[in-house]
């Protein structure tokens, strides 16, 4: 089975950077797309980022300029810098990945906590 490790979560001031990494099972290259969601109490996940495969990235609209997703194809993971964190940038983050065949089989992480407050 497919594991996703995220890490990188804590607690930081406004203004602060963060770099949450996503560590895989099995190589990048296998997924079609990879990416990063987050979620809040009662709200349900939303997209935060994704890096398809020789595709182009996406960003929500609420984190462009600021967030960065990348790939690292020696450690297996996917990365995503943060940085002018926001207080509504508080959620759990959850890595995603897709592996499409004639159906998509979709994983995710466990999660990493982010919390973002003065």
């Known amino acids: 089975q497919v594991q996703l490790v995220e890490s990188g979560g804590g607690l930081v001031q406004p203004g602060e950077s963060l770099r949450l990494s996503c560590a895989a099972s099995e190589s990048i290259f296998r997924f079609n797309v990879m990416g990063w969601y987050r979620q809040t109490p009662g709200k349900q996940r939303e997209l935060v980022a994704t890096?398809?495969?020789?595709?182009?990235?996406n960003y929500a609209d609420s984190v462009k300029g600021r967030f960065t997703i990348s790939r690292d194809v020696v450690n297996n993971t996917v990365n995503l810098q943060m940085n002018n964190l926001q207080p509504e940038d508080t959620a759990v983050y959850y890595c995603?990945?897709?592996?499409?065949?004639?159906?998509?089989?979709?994983?995710w992480g466990q999660g990493t906590r982010v919390t973002v407050s003065s």
């Open positions: 995603y990945s897709e592996r499409r065949s004639w159906y998509t089989r979709a994983y």
């Open positions: 890096i398809p495969r020789g595709g182009a990235t």
